[in-house]
């Protein structure tokens, strides 16, 4: 298993860090030990990915502001990174686990994360940042629940229960990545699954007559999926830490990396439900299931699992469209959500980024604004911190689409602090897009079909959209984000498609602030893994 010895030095480095989060907000501590184990997700043995044994790996249960001590122990054969698709890392993008802002494991080594949830309530989840390690496990739901004195919309549920969904290969994740390195895109997925299992194989139960609340990611590699529950109506109540306007929903679109949360009262008669999950926007369409169990259940499933939607665009347009922010109620904190007037304020940039699927020396790879970004030989946080020069240059992708040929860089854009961008992301391709900004929140202003010009913003919701910080975009289609660089840090904006992003539909956006102060950014952990060019520097503090 290796030497999981941690020195006193790192302990002492943890312990700085946790001091300059917080000396007050509660500690959670978790110790994870990441390794091989078999799985059955759809019948046959697979080897994948657990954490303490478990696929998909151990819930995290958190409340607004609490500081979390996760202990990673590396027992694979290979490098191994932990992200935390939704969490903010509020001024400590040290923490955020993914190849640009963190060295990866060793195996037989081991990483203490030191995190906060600070400002943040709602759904999200965790998951192996490295390669296609993806494909074979190691996620997990993140919950952050809102602190006791502050009001939540809803009544409290009788329940919470998480779902894991996604697309599933019964490929070794190194065959994946073979295929990916081999210039050609994955193949058709097998199967669907839900919480690590294929068709009924999970079951949910619930006693006739009480509310719960379903918290839904989409945790899958390549495809949209849609969510229904046989019989039974889903309120939304919360979109990646957004309380929502609670409409009613029959199904519901979940695209790539993005998380929901519905409440479903048991108000049918006593029996089994379907809960199906079904992928959109295929030619082929794949379904699975698991069981919503009455306690009192006098019979089985009845009928075919209920049908949705398939390849219907419009209809997934404007279920989007209808995902307002509820103004009145408290977010993490007890102000109103409607308090902070997003669309009164005056944008200080425009970012346009197009995704392409160009070839480059003769293997298939995925570009915004031209580049695919291939990683640099050390971790883009750590030259920055260390003044490594030749791993990046600022600027080296540009603002706008240049209908050029594509080429390999390691692209980092330059971003002010305390900006407040106008981000439209464009899909000239006929596939569904999805896209994830590390380390803030959107909203979501407007998307539409065609090409974006400046008079598209005459459609901008400037009122009541969400908030969140994972967005699809639809083919020959934009999306419109206005977003607050409030964060300093190195972030990572990614394709949710996860061979895309392997492929290089990614790239850092490096907020900087002049001020150099620990007020708007955490300083450098002392635990920090150091490799590449930063191998063998000294950390100090100043």
Same mark, same amino acid.
């Given at each position: 298993?290796?030497?999981?010895?941690?020195?006193?030095?790192?302990?002492?480095?943890?312990?700085? #860090?946790?001091?300059?989060i917080?000396?007050?907000? +509660?500690?959670?501590?978790?110790?994870?030990?990441?390794?091989?184990?078999?799985?059955? &997700?759809l =019948?046959?043995?697979?080897?994948?990915?657990?954490?303490?044994g478990?696929?998909?790996?151990?819930?995290?249960?958190?409340?607004?502001?609490?500081n979390?001590?996760?202990?990673v122990?590396?027992? #694979?054969?290979?490098?191994?990174?932990i %992200?935390?698709?939704g969490?903010?890392?509020?001024?400590?993008?040290w923490q955020?686990?993914?190849?640009?802002?963190?060295?990866?494991i060793? +195996?037989?080594?081991?990483?203490?994360?030191?995190?906060?949830?600070?400002?943040?309530?709602? %759904?999200?989840?965790?998951?192996?940042?490295? =390669?296609?390690?993806?494909?074979a496990?190691?996620f997990?739901?993140?919950k952050?629940?809102?602190? !006791?004195?502050? &009001?939540?919309?809803?009544?409290? &549920?009788?329940?919470d229960f998480?779902?894991?969904a996604?697309?599933?290969f019964?490929?070794? $994740?190194?065959d /994946?990545r073979a295929?990916?390195?081999?210039?050609t895109? /994955?193949?058709?997925?097998? =199967?669907?699954?839900?919480n690590?299992?294929?068709?009924n194989?999970?079951?949910?139960?619930?006693?006739?007559?009480k509310?719960?609340?379903?918290?839904?990611?989409?945790?899958?590699?390549?495809?949209s999926?849609?969510?229904?529950?046989? =019989?039974?109506?889903?309120?939304?109540?919360?979109v990646?830490g957004t $309380?929502?306007?609670?409409?009613?929903y029959?199904?519901l679109?979940?695209? /790539?990396?993005?998380s929901?949360?519905?409440?479903?009262?048991?108000d049918?008669?006593?029996q089994?439900?379907?809960?199906?999950?079904?992928?959109?926007f295929t030619?082929?369409v794949?379904?699975t299931?698991s069981i919503?169990h009455y306690?009192?259940?006098?019979?089985s499933? %009845?009928g075919?699992?209920p049908?949705?939607?398939?390849?219907?665009?419009?209809?997934?347009l404007?279920?989007?469209? !209808?995902?307002?922010?509820? #103004?009145?109620?408290?977010?993490?904190?007890?102000?109103?959500?409607?308090?902070?007037?997003y669309?009164?304020?005056n944008?200080?940039r425009?970012?346009?980024?197009?995704?392409?699927?160009?070839?480059?020396?003769?293997?298939?790879?995925?570009?915004?604004?031209s580049?695919?970004?291939? +990683?640099?030989?050390?971790?883009?946080?750590?030259?920055?911190?260390?003044?490594?020069?030749?791993?990046?240059?600022?600027?080296?992708?540009p603002d706008?689409?240049?209908?050029?040929?594509?080429? /390999?860089?390691?692209s980092?854009?330059?971003?002010?602090f305390?900006?407040?961008?106008?981000?439209?992301f464009?899909?000239p391709?006929?596939?569904?897009?999805?896209?994830?900004?590390?380390? $803030?929140?959107?909203?979501?202003?407007?998307?539409?079909?065609?090409?974006?010009?400046?008079?598209?913003?005459?459609?901008?919701? #400037?009122?009541?959209?969400?908030?969140?910080?994972?967005?699809?975009?639809?083919?020959?289609?934009?999306?419109?984000?206005?977003m607050?660089l409030?964060?300093?840090?190195?972030w990572?904006v990614r394709?949710?498609?996860w061979?895309?992003?392997?492929?290089?539909?990614?790239?850092?956006?490096?907020?900087?602030?002049?001020?150099?102060?620990?007020?708007?950014?955490y300083?450098?952990?002392?635990?920090?893994?150091?490799c590449?060019?930063?191998?063998?520097?000294?950390?100090?503090?100043?």
């Amino acid at each position: 298993m290796g030497d999981h010895r941690i020195s006193i030095w790192s302990f002492m480095g943890v312990a700085l #860090l946790v001091t300059c989060i917080s000396g007050e907000d +509660p500690y959670r501590f978790y110790t994870w030990n990441v390794t091989y184990g078999y799985i059955y &997700p759809l =019948g046959e043995k697979q080897q994948g990915i657990l954490i303490n044994g478990q696929f998909p790996g151990p819930q995290i249960e958190s409340v607004t502001n609490d500081n979390l001590i996760i202990n990673v122990f590396n027992s #694979l054969d290979e490098p191994f990174l932990i %992200s935390w698709n939704g969490v903010q890392q509020r001024r400590n993008s040290w923490q955020d686990g993914v190849h640009g802002t963190n060295c990866p494991i060793p +195996p037989g080594q081991n990483f203490t994360y030191v995190l906060q949830v600070k400002d943040q309530i709602g %759904s999200y989840f965790y998951f192996p940042s490295l =390669g296609m390690h993806k494909a074979a496990g190691g996620f997990g739901g993140f919950k952050i629940a809102s602190r !006791s004195v502050i &009001p939540v919309p809803f009544p409290p &549920p009788a329940g919470d229960f998480t779902i894991l969904a996604g697309d599933w290969f019964k490929r070794n $994740h190194t065959d /994946l990545r073979a295929i990916l390195d081999g210039g050609t895109d /994955l193949p058709f997925p097998h =199967g669907l699954l839900i919480n690590g299992r294929g068709s009924n194989g999970y079951t949910f139960t619930v006693d006739q007559g009480k509310t719960y609340r379903f918290r839904i990611s989409n945790v899958g590699l390549t495809t949209s999926l849609n969510f229904r529950i046989q =019989g039974h109506k889903m309120l939304l109540v919360e979109v990646e830490g957004t $309380h929502t306007l609670q409409n009613t929903y029959d199904s519901l679109d979940i695209h /790539l990396g993005q998380s929901y949360s519905v409440l479903v009262t048991a108000d049918q008669p006593a029996q089994d439900y379907n809960i199906v999950i079904s992928t959109r926007f295929t030619t082929q369409v794949l379904t699975t299931t698991s069981i919503l169990h009455y306690s009192n259940s006098a019979g089985s499933v %009845s009928g075919p699992p209920p049908g949705g939607p398939t390849t219907q665009i419009d209809w997934s347009l404007e279920q989007a469209r !209808s995902l307002r922010r509820n #103004l009145t109620a408290s977010g993490p904190r007890p102000n109103p959500q409607g308090s902070y007037h997003y669309g009164l304020i005056n944008t200080t940039r425009t970012i346009r980024l197009q995704s392409t699927a160009p070839i480059i020396n003769s293997k298939q790879r995925y570009a915004v604004n031209s580049v695919s970004f291939i +990683p640099a030989d050390t971790p883009l946080k750590l030259a920055d911190h260390f003044n490594i020069s030749g791993a990046f240059s600022l600027g080296s992708i540009p603002d706008n689409p240049t209908g050029g040929g594509a080429y /390999l860089q390691t692209s980092v854009m330059a971003a002010d602090f305390r900006g407040y961008a106008e981000i439209v992301f464009e899909n000239p391709e006929q596939t569904v897009q999805s896209w994830h900004i590390d380390g $803030h929140n959107f909203f979501v202003v407007g998307m539409d079909g065609g090409q974006w010009t400046p008079a598209s913003r005459l459609s901008y919701n #400037l009122r009541d959209t969400i908030s969140r910080c994972t967005v699809q975009v639809y083919p020959k289609s934009w999306t419109a984000v206005y977003m607050p660089l409030d964060n300093v840090g190195m972030w990572n904006v990614r394709s949710e498609n996860w061979p895309r992003q392997y492929l290089g539909q990614q790239f850092y956006l490096r907020v900087y602030s002049l001020a150099n102060s620990w007020r708007d950014e955490y300083p450098i952990p002392g635990n920090a893994l150091l490799c590449g060019r930063a191998a063998g520097r000294q950390i100090r503090h100043i």
